[in-house]
């Protein structure tokens, strides 16, 4: 999942952190043993760049915002900005990481001509994306979502401008996919809010209702959501009038209708849950506890939460931010933005980290993005600098124990 993919109702789109300099890569194996010394060599996983093919049309600098991977295909979405900063929709797959194809993009919108893809998922080997554009009187995000059919095009599935803008809009975010469907975090002037849909052909919004909602307990907030093999997952924090620096929070749904809310233990510093995914038959939850990032695992229905490991302070302090989460066949892996640099970190058991080494320093400063996607073997690492989309293809380090 890319930094920047949350779009806010203004002119400019809503950031994770508003300057990210770098990006961290964790990886936490599936043995979940005891926690261990964490040794001082770093990891390399042997990093290998890809070049993206420019899809046809008017030729531009790629613009990556996001990476997906299931049922044996890749996917990498995001733009084509022109010399004159003019954008259009750019998506690509692949069956093996190394060898990439442009996908055809049909719009059915004038927006939907310009957008950048910014948040991507797949079930079935199909992909569908969130899509946006700034525009109109006063310069709000046009939010369309895009799916692909059978045939391999990927075509906007536009929506009226209340669905996902108005008066009561914050931000669209992520978009996961499962056995149920397809579901979209995001917030409302409300508070924490999902649009649901069975066929990414139009999708529902949920919002202002029990208990997605803020209410006497605190002001919530969804940041990311995860498929489990009965509904989904949200996750994300509630902050209450006497605890301003919230509390991790996780919702829970067979529907994307109906929700159920669990706050995580208040005894613990406060804190958030930024990213979720399925690893195996748990799930694991990233997000600040206290000044630094730690986390929590949980049953494959999302109960039963314990707090995991703590990242090291090399990993960023206060304003380090979870950019991407991914499962892989021995763990799960995470990018993490810091000011200070990248770095890579390992754990097979979710307390005594190792370092990882990443392909490149990502320089810092405004519109910089990194996503992150993986299987059982590999990891493809996706990161825009500005300057340029750059993607990259590893095998993943973690095996189950």
């Known amino acids: 999942m890319p930094i920047d993919t949350l779009w806010g109702m203004s002119a400019q789109r809503v950031r994770v952190g508003s300057a990210v300099a770098a ?15 964490a040794p001082a060599a770093p990891l390399r996983p042997g990093w290998q760049a890809v070049t993206l093919p420019v899809p046809p049309g008017t030729p531009g600098r790629l613009l990556l915002r996001d990476v997906a991977q299931c ?41 939907g001509a310009e957008n950048v893809l910014t948040a991507a998922a797949c079930r079935n080997g199909l992909l569908a994306a969130v899509g946006a554009k700034s525009g ?29 803008g108005g008066p ?8 996961a996919g499962g056995p149920a469907g397809w579901l979209i975090a995001g917030n409302r002037g409300t508070g924490a809010a999902v649009w649901s849909s069975a066929d990414a052909t139009e999708f529902q919004l949920v919002s202002g209702v029990a208990p997605l909602a803020s209410d006497a307990a605190g002001r919530s907030w969804a940041a990311d ?31 994307g209708r109906a929700w159920q809310r669990r706050v995580l233990p208040d005894a613990a510093p406060p804190g958030d849950l930024q990213r979720v995914v399925a690893v195996g038959d748990r799930l694991v939850g990233l997000g600040r506890r206290g000044d630094s990032l730690a986390a929590w695992t949980a049953g494959p229905e999302g109960a039963q939460w314990r707090p995991g490991g703590s990242l090291p302070a090399a990993a960023g302090g206060p304003t380090a931010q979870v950019a ?78």
Request: with cysteine; hydrophobic share 45%; aromatic share 8%.
């Open 225 to 255: 959501a995860a498929a489990t093999a009965s509904g989904w997952v949200l996750v994300g924090s509630l902050r209450s009038p006497g605890r301003p620096g919230g509390d991790p929070a996780v919702w829970t749904s067979p529907d």
């Open 324 to 401: 991407a989460l991914a499962s892989t066949g021995g763990g799960v892996a995470a990018v993490v933005s810091t000011p200070t640099g990248v770095t890579g970190w390992f754990s097979p058991d979710a307390g005594g980290w190792s370092a990882v080494e990443v392909p490149r320093p990502l320089p810092g400063g405004a519109d910089r993005s990194v996503a992150l996607a993986g299987s059982a073997d590999r990891l493809v690492l996706a990161a825009d600098d500005a300057e340029g989309g750059s993607l990259w293809t590893a095998q993943a380090p973690g095996r189950p124990g």
């Open 168 to 175: 009561d809009a914050v931000n669209v975010g992520r978009i």
């Open 71 to 111: 049922g044996g295909r890749w996917f990498a979405v995001g733009a084509v900005a022109d010399a004159a900063g003019a954008t259009r929709p750019a998506a690509w797959s692949s069956p093996d990481t190394a060898t990439w194809t442009p996908l055809r993009l049909t719009a059915r919108s004038a927006y």
């Open 136 to 164: 109109g009187v006063h310069g709000n995000p046009r939010i369309s979502t895009w799916r692909q059919l059978a045939d391999g095009t990927a075509v906007e599935v536009p929506a009226e401008f209340e669905v996902f």
């Open 23 to 37: 990006a961290t890569v964790v990886l936490l194996a599936g043995c979940w043993s005891a926690p261990q010394a």
